[in-house]
């Protein structure tokens, strides 16, 4: 069946920086377009970024864009999200999507706190 494995979350100082990653599996993941969203405590869920099936386009959100790099590896169906500069109110937990199958990962919380 389809999975989505993220990885990668912990708590980090201001100004740091974590790669995430989102291991798929149960679908042919090099044909899909791959997302990874967020949510906070008390917020709703929010769109982080999205990639191409191929990696060739990549989109951001505007409060991460310049920080936040998604990319792929799709000989090991895996999606990533490398978060530079981190601040505070990045703390959300961080879910990997799969739009085409409307399918979510269990999520990674990641706390930004000095």
């Known amino acids: 069946q389809v999975q989505l494995a993220e990885s990668g979350g912990g708590l980090v100082q201001p100004g740091g920086s974590l790669r995430l990653s989102c291991e798929a599996s149960?679908?042919?993941?090099?044909?899909?377009?791959m997302t990874w969203y967020r949510q906070a405590p008390g917020k709703e869920r929010e769109w982080v970024a999205g990639?191409?099936?191929?990696?060739?386009?990549?989109n951001y959100a505007d409060s991460v864009k310049g920080r936040f790099t998604i990319s792929r590896d799709n000989t090991k169906n895996t999606v990533y999200l490398q978060m530079n500069y981190l601040k505070p109110e990045d703390t959300a937990v961080y879910y990997c999507?799969?739009?085409?199958?409307?399918?979510w990962g269990q999520g990674t919380q990641v706390t930004v706190s000095s």
């Open positions: 999507y799969a739009p085409r199958l409307a399918h």
């Open positions: 149960g679908f042919r993941f090099s044909n899909n377009f």
């Open positions: 990639i191409s099936s191929s990696g060739g386009t990549t």
